[in-house]
């Protein structure tokens, strides 16, 4: 049982920053395969940034130059830099776990955290 909580979101100005963060408590196991996904209002959930246990990452095409993903095993926490924010970033953001290999589709993990807010003004 995986136990994901996110932090780290809030209400910042377009061209701002935010460094999300995704604790996994309990029997974590750094070998899951990790991802961060958003979900705008009346939007599908989509995935952001995906990372292996040992550091290979993947991020959406349209977000590579902003959005970098990270993880620190020794701290079970994800992360999730997010520079040069666009109102179009305003979502919940999620962190998920699933045993690799890594997926795209929300649907393929099994631990999903509550959610951390974002939410960018002009």
């Known amino acids: 049982q995986v136990t994901l909580v996110e932090s780290g979101g809030g209400s910042v100005q377009a061209g701002g920053s935010l460094r999300l963060s995704c604790a996994a408590l309990g029997s974590a196991d750094i070998n899951y395969c990790m991802g961060w996904f958003r979900q705008a209002p009346g939007k599908e959930r989509e995935g952001v940034a995906l990372i292996t246990p040992t550091g290979s990452t993947s991020v959406k095409t349209s977000l590579k130059d902003r959005f970098i993903i990270s993880r620190d095993n020794a701290k079970n926490t994800l992360y999730l830099q997010i520079e040069s924010l666009v109102q179009e970033d305003t979502a919940m953001y999620y962190c998920?776990?699933?045993?690799?290999?890594?997926?795209?589709?929300?649907?393929?993990?099994?631990?999903w955290g509550q959610g951390t807010q974002v939410t960018v003004s002009a």
């Open positions: 998920a776990a699933k045993v690799c290999p890594w997926g795209w589709s929300p649907l393929e993990y099994k631990y």
